[in-house]
Every structure is written in C-alpha cells, then in structure tokens.
T-cell receptor
Framework: RKEVEQDPGPFNVPEGATVAFNCTYS??????FFWYRQDCRKEPKLLMS???SGNEDGRFTAQLNRASQYISLLIRDSKLSDSATYLC?????????????FGKGTKLSVKP | SQTIHQWPATLVQPVGSPLSLECTVE??????LYWYRQAAGRGLQLLFY??????ISSEVPQNLSASRPQDRQFILSSKKLLLSDSGFYLC?????????????FGQGTRLTVV
C-alpha cells in the first residue's frame, strides 16, 4: 500500500461547481498534513494546512479524519483559475523520506 | 523571511555531459533540504534529502549525486547525463528536525538531455 494515495483524476468540472478531493495515508503516526497546488510547469505551492478540527480559507475547506487516515479538500464555486494539480502531503517525523511524503496529485480542470 | 533560490531555470545538456544544479536557502538555519524530480505528467520523485551538512540520504539508485557543503546550500550533480535524466528538478526546504512544518520549493530547473 502506498504511503499517500490520491485519485489522479482528471476532474473536469464547470465553473461554479463544488469539487472534493480525497487523500488517504497509511502511517497512523503521521503528524502534519497539507494541500499543495501545482500549476503546469511550475513548482508546488502551499495551499493550506489541514487541522484536526477542519479549516476553511475562502472557498477552500480542508478536513482531517485521523481515525480513518483520510484528508479531504473541498473547493466551492470553482473558478477557471483553480485549474491545477492538487497534492496531498503528509509529514512523518523520522520517516524514511526526511519528513515529507507527497501524493501523486489530483488534476483539476475547470471549464467555462 | 525565508527564501529559496534555485538555478538555472532551464538547461539543455547533451548525453554524457556533467550536471550541477545549485540551491540555496536564506533566512533559516539547519533546514532539511530536498531534491525532487518530476518527469512530464508524473508525480514528485524524491531523489535526495539532507538533515545537515555532509548528511545525504539517497532514495533512488541512479547516476545522480548530491552534496551539502554548507548549511544552506544543496547541490545536485551528475558526471554523465542520460536521456532519462530529463525532467523538472525541484529543490525544497523544511524546518529542522523536531519541528514539523510545510516545505517550500524553489522555482525548479527544467532539464532536457539531448
């Protein structure tokens, strides 16, 4: 089982739609969780951290379920500019990959 | 504030030539440093990470090597490039061990081996 798994998509949605991405992680000792956004041919950039209580930043809502080892990202009222690949990231203190484990990303395409 | 610099942005190299990519971080001490490669349409592949000067861990066997001659400098090298080394190379840093925080990426180097 891969350490961090995401549905690769692509998710093709119309403007204004609500879209949700899911991510599962295998190591219950994982400590911190993030969503990154990567535009085509650019570096990944931090979108938001994910807290146990859930957190919201404008149209974006992130949720963490430690019991199910599951992270989600909800985007409301999708914009054309939301088109990108969304990477789920888990940190694991003392893990074999330093402390960062990336999912392979979910591609979102928002159409007019 | 912390910044990360990576250069060059684009590179075209012939097969068999050497490679040296450099990454420097400013505004922090003893960061964890990472080199990733991303092939076209693929996910991030961790190549090397370092928790301190001279401490390098390799994740994938290959003809690449990494060095950390200074606390905030991370270098990716190859003696002889292969066609399969083409890709988007990304340097990243995160807070030192004991502090779990997010990673920050440089702007990347797009390498084409011809």
């Amino acid at each position: 089982r891969k350490e961090v798994e995401q549905d690769p998509g692509p998710f093709n949605v119309p403007e204004g739609a609500t879209v949700a991405f899911n991510c599962t992680y295998s190591n219950s000792a994982s400590q911190s969780f993030f969503w990154y956004r990567q535009d085509c041919r650019k570096e990944p950039k931090l979108l938001m951290s994910v807290y146990s209580s859930g957190n919201e930043d404008g149209r974006f809502t992130a949720q963490l379920n430690r019991a199910s080892q599951y992270i989600s990202l909800l985007i409301r009222d999708s914009k054309l500019s939301d088109s990108a690949t969304y990477l789920c990231v888990v940190t694991l203190y003392g893990g074999s990959q330093g402390n960062l484990i990336f999912g392979k990303g979910t591609k979102l395409s928002v159409k007019p | 504030s912390q910044t990360i610099h990576q250069w060059p942005a684009t590179l075209v190299q012939p097969v068999g030539s050497p490679l040296s990519l450099e990454c420097t971080v400013e505004g922090t001490s003893n960061p964890n440093l990472y080199w990733y490669r991303q092939a076209a349409g693929r996910g991030l592949q961790l190549l090397f990470y370092s928790v301190g000067i001279g401490q390098i861990s390799s994740e994938v066997p290959q003809n690449l090597s990494a060095s950390r001659p200074q606390d905030r400098q991370f270098i990716l090298s190859s003696k002889k490039l292969l066609l399969s080394d083409s890709g988007f190379y990304l340097c990243a840093w995160s807070a030192p061990r004991g502090r779990i925080t997010e990673a920050f990426f440089g702007q990347g180097t797009r390498l084409t081996v011809v």
